[in-house]
């Protein structure tokens, strides 16, 4: 136990998850002493965070998969909201909610497809052409809805699935653990892992071992289509309604999430479990400023400073261990 705590914190995690420990424990102390002036630890506030971090938790681990392959994916806001609407509308055209469910996620492992064909055969950096992305599914989502929001309450076993909770623990927070364990069984237990390690620390020499740099790339292009798509569907479950404004900002805020988890810009370096505390780092940030009761503005100036400071970090510990 003593050695495998000490691979963990002195690990390419163990930043974040000293950093994200003494916010947790800054947090707690401000809720005992505080009270109800500072509600950080009342059930309903860890059960609001626990039905708040999947989505952005889910998103992230597809993000932070591409990041670590070298390509960005800007499109994944857009994607979260275009297919939830399209889930919503199947369902309302009468189609039962599973079908309606898997044509949302096929919708969106397609648009990560077709991010993936336009970045890889035109050669057109994946920042410009999921930039594009964004804009074309965001449009698509407004005409197709009039602007206006879509309604879905299937209840059942797709809510209790999606949405449900036992005790204080809610499904969609196992549902994002569950996500996280497949993510680090990808990239830390499968070879396809290795690869796509290779291929964002360097294209030329993956290739010299014999790697196919496009086909691991579209991999995780239509892995972080399908998650976006995930991530909108157990929203969906939890809102009952999809917003033709749903999901803006979440690309950044999931780039943010992986940055601060210790992924490089550059491509080739991270870890799931960084990606994942970043995630639930970046929402315990939201959430302090809403219980200090400070303007929603607050929160992107947080983040900016949480970014640079992390890029930072992170490029020093590197040079460290170098």
Known sequence: MKSALHRLFT??????LIVFLVVQ???????????????????TNI???LKSIPPLAILSVGVGI?????????????????????????YACGLSVWPAMLIALAVG???GFINGVITLKTKIPSFIATLGAM???RGMLQILSGNESASMNPGGSFEAIFAGSMGPMQAQMLWAILIAVLGYLL??????????????????????????????????FVIVGLLAAFAGVISTARVYSVSPDQGKGLELQAIAACVIGGVS???????????FLGAALLYTIQDVLLLLRAPGTYLDLFMGILIIVAVIFNRSSKKDRG
């Not at 070879?191 to 995780?220: L, Q, R, T």
């Open 109 to 111: 492992a397609f648009i």
């Open 66 to 90: 591409l990041m670590i392959a070298g390509e960005f994916d800007l499109s994944v806001g857009s994607n979260f909201a275009f297919t939830a609407y399209i889930m919503a509308f199947a």
């Open 265 to 275: 810009l550059l491509g080739g370096e991270g870890s799931i479990l960084g990606i």
């Open 187 to 220: 990239l830390e237990r499968h070879k396809i892992g290795n690869h796509i390690f290779g291929v964002g620390g360097n294209k030329e020499s993956a290739k010299a071992i014999g790697v196919y740099p496009d086909a691991v790339k579209m991999i995780c």
């Open 135 to 137: 804009m074309f599914w």
């Open 47 to 49: 059960q609001t965070q």
């Open 11 to 16: 690990g390419k995690t163990g930043n974040i």
């Open 25 to 43: 424990a800054v947090c707690i102390i401000a809720s005992l002493i505080f009270g109800d002036r500072f509600a950080y630890t009342s059930l």
